[in-house]
């Protein structure tokens, strides 16, 4: 903003970039965890994932506190991220924040065998191995909602189908 354009002026002309919420989604292989457990007490993480049916699933064991967290509070924040060496503006790196809830996946069901073959077709022989041992379990997030930004003025609300909603414009971002 120059010194003689007013605030409205600004932000009228300020252009929202397309968004790009799958091609995000499609560069990343792994999601950031965002959970808390029962005493309130939050916890980041990250795990590796696929996406199914706009489900995304984590195999992760019990002996990690996300993991726990996500089994008993049946509630996360995932975060898809840009990588910070691909960013032009620290503060302004493309992401996609969901709110999800979280289902477990019976081993001897037919979407265990589904998830983990695709896993192991997207991460690598590990997913075997790992498969196998009885500490990991896998995990469905379901997305609510969310909010996606890729930009300064371009930010927009997205439903539980990684659909955009709508172009966020609210005046949160006021100087004071």
């Known amino acids: 903003m120059n010194h003689t354009q007013t605030k ?14 799958k091609e995000l989604i499609g560069r990343s292989k792994s999601i950031i965890l965002a959970t808390v ?3 309130g007490i939050p916890n980041s993480s990250y795990a590796p994932f696929v996406e199914v049916d706009q489900q995304f699933f984590i195999l992760v064991s019990f002996m990690a506190k996300h993991t726990r967290n996500l089994s008993e509070g049946k509630k996360a924040s995932i975060m898809f991220i840009e990588d910070e060496s691909a960013t032009k503006q620290i503060y302004a790196r493309e992401r996609l924040t969901i709110e999800a809830t979280t289902t477990q996946i019976a081993r001897d069901s037919e979407k265990w065998n589904e998830v983990i073959n695709l896993l192991k077709d997207t991460h690598g022989k590990v997913v075997e191995v790992i498969a196998e041992m009885k500490d990991f379990i896998l995990i469905s997030l379901n997305p609510v909602k969310g909010t996606y930004v890729n930009g300064f003025g371009s930010a927009y609300f997205v439903d539980e189908k990684l659909e955009i909603m709508q172009h966020r414009n609210e005046t949160d971002h006021q100087s004071k």
């Open 8 to 21: 409205e002026e600004a932000q009228r002309q300020a252009k929202p970039i397309v968004p790009k919420v």
């Open 37 to 39: 457990d029962a005493d």
